[in-house]
Nanobody
Framework: QVQLVESGGGLVQPGGSVRLSCAASGSIFRINDMAWYRQAPGKERELVAVIARGGNTNYADSVKGRFTISRDNAKNTVYLQMTSLQPADTADYYC??????????????WGQGTQVTVSS
């Protein structure tokens, strides 16, 4: 079994910052791409940022220059540093990872989500 557990969401004022974390645990052999998605009320889930095992990153245009994705392979953890937050960033944020398990299977896993609300 593999689990992804997010933390770090909450209420933040416009212009503020918050850091999300997502730790993977369980029968992990190797973690490939790790990513953050978000889903705002009434909208579809969208990709925010993705980071490859080697560190290459890609971002949605709406967050470029404001958000930074990083990872610690030794800790099986991915982070999302969010700055200059705007009300439009309000959403549930989910981490996603492509993981090879010790049983040999390769699957995508999702965390349970953490809410970020940007409001004064």
């Amino acid at each position: 079994q593999v689990q992804l557990v997010e933390s770090g969401g909450g209420l933040v004022q416009p212009g503020g910052s918050v850091r999300l974390s997502c730790a993977a645990s369980g029968s992990i052999f190797r973690i490939n791409d790790m990513a953050w998605y978000r889903q705002a009320p009434g909208k579809e889930r969208e990709l925010v940022a993705v980071i490859a095992r080697g560190g290459n990153t890609n971002y949605a245009d709406s967050v470029k220059g404001r958000f930074t994705i990083s990872r610690d392979n030794a800790k099986n953890t991915v982070y999302l540093q969010m700055t200059s937050l705007q009300p439009a960033d309000t959403a549930d944020y989910y981490c996603n990872a492509q993981i090879s398990s010790t049983t040999g299977s390769l699957s995508y896993y999702w965390g349970q989500g953490t809410q970020v609300t940007v409001s004064s």
